[in-house]
Structure formats: C-alpha cells, structure tokens
C-alpha cells in the first residue's frame, strides 16, 4: 500500500495505489476531485467514484469484506481502503 498526501490548491488530497479488476496498478484519488488545479503528485491520479464511495464508508467503520461486497471492488482493494481510512481516522 502507498499512501501519499499531496497538496492541491484547496488543500490535501489523499491517494493510494490499487490493483482493480482490470489488473493494472494506478494510483487513484480517495477524495473527491474539486476541480481546481493539482500538483504532480495528484495530477496523475484516477477518480473512481466506487473507491471514493469505499473510502468514506470504510472511515464511518464499514470493514473490508463488507465493503468489496458492496461496492464490487476487489477484496485486496478494499483492505488497502480500510487501512487508508483507519490512518486517516488516527
């Protein structure tokens, strides 16, 4: 798991590298894109509404098996999510 915290031009933004369904590694943005200008670190960054959805359930508590079964995203992936959304919480 690589967690960043990159700056944009409203503040933080949180990333983290994940492997999908598709198979291939990217790094994607755990919040909500604002539409502004970011910095290299967040640039590159993809949106997925499911890994935000997945994100902000796993910080009220939501557990990993729970939620790859209710977003549909790889188990894997969502263990990374929890563990991104227990830092964020500490």
């Known amino acids: ?5 990159c700056p ?11 492997t999908l369904h598709d198979g291939a590694e990217r790094l ?13 670190g967040a640039r590159h960054a993809v949106y997925d509404p499911y890994v935000h959805l997945a994100y902000l359930l796993a910080r009220q508590g939501h557990d990993a098996r729970w939620l790859a079964r209710f977003t549909d995203l790889p188990l894997a992936a969502t ?12």
């Open 28 to 40: 994607y943005l755990l919040d909500e894109p604002d539409g502004r200008p970011a910095t290299a």
């Open 8 to 18: 944009t031009a409203t503040g933080p933004c949180v990333t983290l590298t994940l």
């Open 79 to 90: 263990h990374h999510i929890a563990d991104a959304a227990a830092l964020s919480r500490a």
């Open 1 to 5: 798991m690589r967690l960043l915290n």
